[in-house]
Nanobody
Framework: QEQLVQSGGGLVQPGGSLQLSCTAPKSFFVLGTMAWYRQAPGKQREFIASLIGMTNSKYADSVAGRFTISRDNAKNTLLLQMNDLTPEDTAVYYC?????????????WGLGTQVTVSA
C-alpha cells in the first residue's frame, strides 16, 4: 500500500536531540524525492530537508548544520536526525514523497508527528 508511516517525535529539552522515522514503499526511494516539512502553530507548512537517492540532500537554512536527512535502505525508512533543538523547532513534522512516474506526478504525506522543545 502506498502510504507513509511516521514514528518518533515527542518532548525534548532545548539542546537535545530527536530522530524521526518515515517508512515508505521501496519504490518511493527509487522514483522520487523524499522530504521532511514542518508546521508550527499559526504558521504555514515549511520545507526542512529533502533527499534524492542516497546522498543528494538539501536543507532549509534554519536547520542546516543541526538536522540530517538520511535513509535506511534495509528498512525502507527515511530518517531525520535533529540535534541542538530549540523551542523554535517546535512543530508538527511531516514526511513527504514526491513520486515521478511516466505521465503522472504524485505527492504523498505522512500523518505528522509532534515535536515539542521545552524546558
Amino acid at each position: 500500500q502506498e502510504q507513509l508511516v511516521q514514528s518518533g517525535g515527542g518532548l525534548v529539552q532545548p539542546g537535545g536531540s530527536l530522530q524521526l522515522s518515515c517508512t515508505a514503499p521501496k519504490s518511493f526511494f527509487v522514483l522520487g524525492t523524499m522530504a521532511w516539512y514542518r508546521q508550527a502553530p499559526g504558521k504555514q507548512r515549511e520545507f526542512i530537508a529533502s533527499l534524492i537517492g542516497m546522498t543528494n540532500s538539501k536543507y532549509a537554512d534554519s536547520v542546516a548544520g543541526r538536522f540530517t536527512i538520511s535513509r535506511d535502505n534495509a528498512k525502507n525508512t527515511l530518517l531525520l536526525q535533529m540535534n541542538d533543538l530549540t523551542p523554535e523547532d517546535t512543530a508538527v513534522y511531516y514526511c513527504n514523497a514526491l513520486i515521478e512516474r511516466p505521465g503522472k506526478t504524485s505527492n504523498y504525506w505522512g500523518l505528522g508527528t509532534q515535536v515539542t522543545v521545552s524546558a
